[in-house]
């Protein structure tokens, strides 16, 4: 296919929205989009460009005092009959509009346009962000290429309507396993019942008060559910296992050990295992740059909730925030949209920060 992304293209970034949107990229189909995006990065002479897989970065080396990162994902959720794009007055439809390919649009848009920013600049393109964590792009590159990610501060073009959102929660998930004994349920007085026994794990999370920390003016909510219960052999078996898998977003002033020493010290005398678990991110209010890209915005930020990949640059140290046009209640809906208006005011948001750095 001839590479839709022309230097016509290029210059409007909400155009270049829908161009991006209009190239499937489901999460491990990342090529095709990579492959134009690189392309028109190595046409930028301002630009050094390597590629690790699916996942391009793009960089200038202008001997700045600071470096700061703009990332953005290519990969979607599946297509649900939004694809391609589509306008309605001042919305774009389309599989990945709002999370996240307006907000990669944006960083598109200034690498090919903003030859001379005031920071040294990384761009990522990253693969496989909506899937396993083992095949994101960033933590591949993190693997292979730490030196491409160092910077002083990082964003991260999330869907957040336009908002600063800073930092992100912390996620474990755990399964809590009860035990019985197996009995013919015509005779069930002879069996012991797991089901019934996690009535006792399912109480304890009903009866659970999560806290709210505000960290750095940034208020937090911190929650522990269970998402998942499975038991049972048979119609005519009492069930001698059951397993509730619970999950808990925790507040970035947890470390991950501590939140499952809290999620054990909550379901005390149960089996409990833990399955996944990711740290979150403290604000990254206090670097330079941040300050300066908070000014640009004229807004103060709130807490993300939810995890973003702004952990995975906490914790190289980096300061990082997330900020982009889509509204991430629309995120993986099958009317995904962005407005048009948030769009151009985040590019222009982006211009202003980048170009123009206080002393």
């Given at each position: 296919?001839?590479?839709?992304l ?7 970034p ?12 489901v ?8 492959d ?5 990065l ?15 970065m ?44 307006s907000g ?5 848009h ?25 095949y994101?792009g ?19 073009l ?17 399964l ?29 999370l ?10 750095d ?5 911190e ?6 219960i499975?038991?049972?052999?048979a119609?005519?078996v009492?069930?001698d296992?059951?397993t ?6 925790f ?8 939140a499952?020493?809290?999620?054990q ?18 604000p ?8 300066d ?12 909730l ?20 889509g ?5 993986h809906?099958?009317?995904e ?17 980048l170009?123009?750095p206080?002393?």
């Amino acid at each position: 296919m001839a590479n839709p992304l022309t230097p016509d293209v290029l210059v409007d970034p909400v155009v270049l929205t829908r161009a991006l949107v209009d190239v499937e990229s489901v999460s491990r189909n990342e090529k095709v989009i990579a492959d134009c995006v690189e392309e028109v990065l190595r046409s930028a002479s301002h630009l050094s460009v390597d590629r690790h897989g699916n996942t391009v970065m793009a960089r200038t080396n202008l001997g700045r005092e600071q470096r700061v990162v703009l990332a953005g994902h290519l990969d979607t959720v599946p297509i649900n009959n939004n694809f391609p794009s589509t306008v309605v007055d001042d919305l774009i439809y389309g599989c990945g509009t709002s999370d996240m390919k307006s907000g990669a649009a944006l960083a598109l848009h200034l690498a090919a346009t903003l030859p001379d920013p005031g920071y040294d600049v990384t761009y990522f393109f990253y693969e496989a962000e909506e899937i396993e964590s083992r095949y994101n792009g960033l933590a591949l590159v993190a693997e292979a290429h730490p030196e491409w990610l160092e910077a002083d501060f990082a964003l991260l073009l999330e869907p957040t309507y336009g908002v600063v959102e800073a930092g992100c929660q912390g996620t474990l998930r755990a399964l809590v396993r009860t035990h019985g004994r197996r009995a013919h349920t015509a005779r069930a007085w002879r069996g012991v019942n797991a089901i019934h026994a996690a009535g006792e794990v399912l109480r304890r999370l009903g009866d659970y008060r999560p806290r709210t920390v505000t960290i750095d003016g940034c208020t937090y909510r911190e929650g522990l559910n269970a998402v998942r219960i499975s038991g049972g052999v048979a119609g005519n078996v009492v069930p001698d296992e059951c397993t509730v898998e619970v999950n808990m977003r925790f507040a970035p002033d947890r470390t991950e050990k501590q939140a499952l020493e809290h999620v054990q010290e909550v379901l005390e005398g149960f089996e409990l295992e833990l399955t996944d678990s990711a740290p979150g991110a403290l604000p990254g209010l206090t670097a330079a740059p941040a300050r300066d890209f908070l000014a640009a915005v004229g807004a103060e930020p709130a807490a993300k909730l939810g995890w973003t990949d702004v952990a995975r640059f906490a914790a190289l140290g980096i300061p990082a925030l997330n900020y982009g046009p889509g509204d991430p209640l629309l995120a993986h809906a099958p009317d995904e949209h962005v407005e048009i208006g948030k769009i151009r005011d985040g590019a222009a948001t982006l211009h202003r920060w980048l170009a123009s750095p206080s002393d």
